[in-house]
């Protein structure tokens, strides 16, 4: 507790007021408006004082608004001894040697509503306060003989000095073991802390509560539902012969309860902001946000230690020993990123860059909030105004943040998503090689008969080397055709060679997926991109029924080259315009998509276009022109992997094979329909004799084209789509029913394989992408890029730049935990004691910072936090054992009129505080008493009228439950450590009228006349009071 002073009457008050005005002065630099010490000589230990405690306070807090070197506010400087000594507009503001009567004093004690110093600020530290206290005590004695110079206030003033002092607020300090206080016949180590401080200002405990109260006031604790009338019973009979016992075996069975991963489950995802969509116009909705939730719910079940589950929260993706649920099959650490995702995201934003910068400032916001109780956010324009955190601390963390991307995961267990990949891969070249032995076996052995193949009716509508061969087919009836024919063709193709030739000169910039060294520049993930080279042209894919081969492929990217099962992403490196472009990608797919990011911006709209694949080899464009001086990078997912859903098919394949960069206005490049063509006319410039040469010609180039590719042998691109082309058509053959038995049974044990890959578990995570430090924003604006600031924790905890070529989530991680970080554990050790005592040992849950409130019991929050680290092995079960076993969470709600009196906040804890119960916990505890609550567990969200727990009902930002968000139920906005509480007449009328509430109070009325024979309306009155509220 604070020494008490005397306060001054309002008739003094009123005179100080009028001897200084100076609302407008910032607190510090009133403090040093003292009226200076006589000229004599001052002690050296008082010239100590004041250059060790008061002038580093002057130059950090007053300079900037009282100095010659800078400006003088009100007309007073404190930037020398003569400066005040003049004093201002209002004149002095101290009594010398008289500090209690200094209207100085009583401003920056906070005692005077109006005239609270620093304005708009925190109170000073209690240290500071008494050094001030002190120094007017001595007579205010100042060696300051001439204001400092411009140089010499920025050297007193600089980031060093103001953050060295910041840093020692009491939140920063390391965590320590302070000694227990020795308090008689208290055994439990919380008592004697909290009973101390009763002590010291002559309070008393209240005694216990009775059994059922306690019981009621456990059960909603730990689990958010009320307890069973037998459980209320059973516990009000054991608790008269054992108390302590009871109370243990009660807490013990409630956290064994599934349901009290449920109830702190929805308190973790009130600090991280949870939703299921991100907000804006549409809201879409975030796919998959519900496993994150159900993430949450199962780790607070099996009790996962909180330091592991905060680094998988940043981190889960990068652990090389994650955790894996043995029945689910997932990878459940990979889950955790999944909060990182639940961001608001505005529609189809014009500027991308703010719209990046808003969206990761809102998770540096919520995470710093949420682990960390600091505002790091208040530092993305300048410094943190009064905390130690540096404007370069904010974008250290920001390149950390952005340069992950937003995604779409999958979190199956290792190895899951790879089934039968060994024996697929193995099976293709087997069933590769015999199908060429099948079809150079099935190949005409006349000329005559060739021309019947080409006449064939096709199964497809063919390209210009299909129309070409049935051309040549009919030259038989007709041969003076022949030539005209044959030159054509090679028209044909020396026009796309030269229209190629032609457009290559106006590319400004290339991407060939072919090219191992550029495949090798963009990042990927999924099993359907797990080799680290490009696909080579003639590799080909087995379709799951219908045709054996689906498609013969050129080289590039593909997704499908095993399955069209598997999952895949492929994202350029991110490319700056520095002009106006118009960008062609040449792709062919199924069920995916390909898109332009800007900004890593994740949702599509009018200026994000999203294309959606359907077909074969084509080149899709995009318009550029508007992006100009932006930073892009093209990206393409199978269906379900897009990080805002495109579709959710089981089966998808998408194919890259180049992308062109070109001055918006250029002429489409050529479109590819004569490449299958050059193949058949390249070998020979020469025309054929006659219709039998041609044949013969034409035999040549399929028997070598089909034997080299059934070799494995490597095909030119030409080539994989003649190859393609033909296969397409139905010439060869190519169904199961057309092979062989034992190439048949290759084709069937493939396809069985195939069909046994799992689908993936998909959930919103982020990709991690090589990092990149990122620049600072000159006042926060994100059109003045800075030097960039290297990758790093806060400087006042740990400096060290991270040594990493990734995003630097891991090494982030890891330093949330870490036993230099003293804010981690003694932010969510005041969390739980919060949620169980209504009110934290820190009153300012989200803010430990200056503007946050002081521990109430400073040693008593050390020492839990120290044991929650070191004993608890940061077991959220076993803290709350600790917390709901103590005798004073098991005090009656009663305040002693001492207690209101002297600690009429109850910060010294001699009673239990009544509490409203939380919306969820009203709204489940009528479904629970009516006997309509549906126990299930997990899976997808709900709307408000099915009778699940509340945690399970859909969070969507545009349309929160109107029932939950009338009891307050917070909006997913920022981080929430404390619930507001109000006391409004909709509560009453939603009581009174909403049709939930009616339906489940019928439905209580029906269950007790079922449950009661007989006409005694007492016997059913006192039944329905004892189970809603569990007492007589």
Known sequence: MLPRVDRPDREEVEGMKRIVQFRGFVLICVISGLPAANAEPIPEAQREFFESRIRPILAQECYECHSEATKARGGLLLDSREGWRKGGDSGPVIEPGIPDKSLLIHSIRHEIEDLKMPKNGAKLDRSILEDFRQWIAMGAPDPRDAPPSPVDVAKDSDWTAVSARRSQWWSFQPIKNPPIPEVSEVDHPIDRFIRAGLARESLEPSPPADPRTLVRRLAF?????????????AYATDSIRDPQSAIRNLTESYLDSPAFGEKWARHWMDWIRYADSHGSEGDPVIPHAWRYRDYLVRAFNEDVPLDQLTVEHFAGDLLETPRVNPDLKINESALGTGHLRMVFHGFSPTD??????????????????????????????????????????YYALFGIFTSALPATIAVDAPGVLETHRDQLTSLKPKIR??????????LPKKPEAWGDLFQKESK??????????????????????????????????????????????????????????????????????GSPRPSLAGD?????????????LPSGAYSNLLSTRHRAVLASAPFDLDAEFDLFVRVAGEESSVRYA????????????????????????????????????????????????????????FGLREAVLVPRGTKAPPNGNDEALSALIAPTKKTPADFVSAMREIEIIFR????????????????????????????????????????????????????????????PGVWERPGADQPLFVRGDHKQPGERVPRRFLEAIDATPYQTNGTGRLEFARDLVSEKNPFTARVLVNRVWFHLFGEGLVGTTDNFGRLGEEPSHPELLDHLAWRFRHEMKWSLKALVRELVLTETWRQASGPSPAANQRDPDNRLLSYHPLRRLEAEAIRDSLLAVSGQLDPTRYGVPVS??????????????????????????????????????????????????????????????RRVRVGKLGSDDSVGIRTLFESALNRP
């Not at 969206?359 to 956010?377: E, H, M, P, R």
């Not at 060294?517 to 963009?522: A, H, K, R, T, V």
């Not at 080909?540 to 013969?552: A, H, K």
């Open 944 to 1005: 408000g009228g099915i009778p699940r727990r509340s945690l399970y009902l859909r969070v969507k930002r545009n349309d929160l439950d109107p029932l939950l968000t009338t009891f307050d139920f917070p909006t997913p906005a920022s981080s929430v450590g404390r619930r507001d509480v109000t006391n409004v007449p909709a509560q009453s009328l939603t009581l009174l009228n909403d049709p939930f509430l009616i339906d489940q109070a019928g439905q209580f009325a």
């Open 704 to 763: 070598n084209l089909i034997g080299t590719w059934g070799e494995g042998r490597t095909l030119s691109d030409s080539q994989a789509v003649l190859l393609d082309e033909i296969v397409a058509t139905g010439w060869l053959p190519n169904t199961a029913e057309e092979l062989p038995p034992n190439l048949a049974d290759l084709v069937s044990s493939y396809r069985a394989l195939e069909a046994a890959i799992p689908l993936p578990t998909r959930a």
């Open 598 to 653: 800007v900004q890593h911006y994740p949702r599509s709209g009018t200026i994000y276009p999203v294309t959606n694949l359907a077909g074969s080899w084509r080149w899709v464009k995009h318009d550029l022109a508007y992006w100009k001086g932006d930073r892009l990078h093209l990206e393409l997912a199978t269906g379900g992997d897009a990080p805002i859903l495109v579709n959710e098919a089981e089966r998808s394949w």
């Open 460 to 529: 497809v509508h063919g390209g210009s080397a299909t129309a070409f061969l049935r051309d040549l087919a009919d030259t038989k009836e007709n041969p003076r055709n022949l030539e005209r024919i044959w030159t054509n063709a090679l028209s044909r193709t020396s026009d796309a060679e030269a229209q190629s030739a032609d457009f290559e000169k106006l590319v400004s910039r290339r991407w060939n997926l072919s090219d191992p060294d550029e495949y090798s520049q963009w990042s990927r993930y999924g099993e359907g991109l």
């Open 221 to 233: 604790n730990l689990t958010g539902l009320p307890p069973t009338p037998e459980v209320t019973e």
């Open 540 to 552: 080909y894919t087995l379709s799951p029924s219908g045709p054996v081969v689906g498609r013969v």
């Open 352 to 393: 991308a860059l703010d719209e990046r910068v808003r969206f990761t400032d809102d998770q540096i916001n919520t995470v710093t909030k949420a682990f960390l109780g600091l505002t790091v956010s208040c530092a993305r324009c300048h410094d943190h105004k009064f905390d130690a955190i540096s404007q370069a601390d």
């Open 433 to 442: 090689k015999d199908l060429a032995a099948h079809w150079l076996a099935f």
